[in-house]
C-alpha cells in the first residue's frame, strides 16, 4: 500500500466509520482491514511459504514474512485481496481457490507506526516451488519454503533453526538466485502472537484431509 492511499477505517466491533490515508491511520493507529494469505505447498511433508519482505520497506526490510499480504483500498471487497498476490507473486487466483480460516488481530507500534488491523487469512495450496513465481522486487526480495514439520519444532521452542530454500533476487534485482539457509525466529517478522506456529499447525491439519480450520 502505498501510504497516500485511502483505505477504510472502522471501530472496534468493525464497523465502517470513515475514509482515510494509509499514512494517517498507521499514525493515529485507526483500525483498518488487511489480507492475508499463506500458500503452503501440498507436496512431500508440506511447506508453507514465507515471502522475503524487499530491502527498501519501511518496517522489517529483509524479515520474512506473510507469503502475501496487504490493505483493502477503499471501497474493495474482501475478494479483491487475491490483488496483493498477483501484485507481490505475479500469481493470478480466483478468490474461490482460498480457504479461508478467519480474521486475526495485529496490534503493534513500531517507532512512529501504529498497527492496528483486522486482517482477513486464507489458505492457499500450490505445488509450485519458489523458483516457478515471478516475484516483483518493488515489493519483495525473495521466497522460501520451510518444512511444517521443521516449523512447528521452530515454533514450539524444540529447536533454534531450521532450513530454509527458495529464491531471493540478486543484488541489482534482475535476476533469481537460489538459496538454502538456516534461520531462526529472528529472522521472521515479530508478533505479539504465536502467529506463524498457528500457521504450521492448521497446514499441518490441512495436509492430514482436515478441513474444518481456524486461525
Given amino acids: 500500500m502505498k501510504e497516500e492511499e485511502l483505505i477504510d477505517i472502522y471501530d472496534e466491533n468493525l464497523r465502517k466509520i470513515g475514509v482515510i490515508s494509509g499514512y494517517a491511520a498507521h ?12 500458500i503452503i505447498r501440498p507436496v512431500d511433508q508440506g511447506y508453507v511459504l514465507f515471502q522475503k519482505r524487499g530491502y527498501a520497506k519501511k518496517l522489517f526490510p ?15 471487497t474482501i475478494k ?6 498477483r501484485e507481490e507473486l505475479g500469481l493470478d487466483v480466483k478468490f474461490e481457490d482460498l480457504i479461508p480460516m478467519g480474521i486475526k488481530i495485529e496490534i503493534a507500534k513500531v517507532n512512529d507506526v501504529i498497527n492496528r488491523e483486522f486482517c482477513d487469512v486464507f489458505l492457499l495450496p500450490k505445488k509450485e516451488a519458489p ?4 516475484i516483483n522486487p518493488l515489493e519483495v526480495n525473495g ?3 520451510i518444512g511444517i514439520e521443521d516449523g512447528i519444532r521452530l515454533f514450539s521452542g ?19 538466485e537460489q538459496v538454502t539457509m ?11 502472537d504465536p502467529y506463524y506456529y498457528k500457521v504450521f ?10 478441513r474444518h480450520i481456524s486461525i
Fill in 27 to 38: 499514525k493515529t493507529g485507526a483500525w483498518h482491514r488487511c489480507f492475508h494469505c499463506w
Fill in 62 to 76: 529483509g524479515l520474512l514474512d506473510i507469503t502475501a499480504a496487504g490493505h483493502y483500498i477503499s471501497g474493495e
Fill in 80 to 85: 479483491d485481496g487475491v490483488r496483493e498476490i
Fill in 131 to 134: 523458483y516457478e513465481y515471478h
Fill in 143 to 145: 521466497l522460501v519454503q
Fill in 158 to 176: 524444540e529447536v533454534n533453526e531450521v532450513k530454509a530454500e527458495g529464491i531471493e533476487l540478486s543484488e541489482d534485482t534482475k535476476t533469481k
Fill in 182 to 192: 538456516k534461520v531462526g525466529i529472528k529472522d521472521f517478522v515479530p508478533r505479539i
Fill in 201 to 210: 499447525i492448521m497446514a499441518k491439519l490441512y495436509m492430514s484431509g482436515e
